[in-house]
């Protein structure tokens, strides 16, 4: 393959203009359409991939939380910065010891050393 074969190659058409253009998804294939071609594909079988409007709140936007519980919970060990410290083997002068240099690992049996 040559460097012209690359860079002459016809990538899909991105989503630029929302409000001249759609995307829609039919069989797990998306493209972008011309929004006075939207109700042909709809009535053709093919679904809106992008459904938020301006303005609205989109699922991604929309932070959540799995457990309440574990979110509410006070941490008990704050590293250097304030996040959660992880429960780790430390060297004297609190790096992190190699995993291949501990007896334990997090399976329950001994470390395999090859």
Not at 15 to 33: A, C, F, Q, R
Not at 72 to 99: F, H, W
């Amino acid at each position: 393959m040559r460097i012209r074969d690359i860079t002459e190659r016809k990538l899909p058409r991105q989503l630029k203009d929302p409000s001249k253009e759609v995307m829609v998804s039919k069989n797990g294939k998306t493209i972008v359409i011309d929004k006075d071609k939207e109700k042909d594909y709809l009535d053709k079988g093919w679904g809106l991939a992008e459904a938020a409007t301006p303005g609205a709140t989109s699922a991604g936007a929309i932070a959540s939380i799995a457990s309440v519980p574990g979110a509410k919970r006070k941490v008990s060990k704050k590293g250097k910065y304030g996040a959660p410290e992880a429960p780790q083997i430390k060297n004297p002068d609190g790096t992190a010891k190699n995993a291949l240099d501990v007896n334990k690992n997090i399976m329950g049996g001994k470390a395999i050393k090859r």
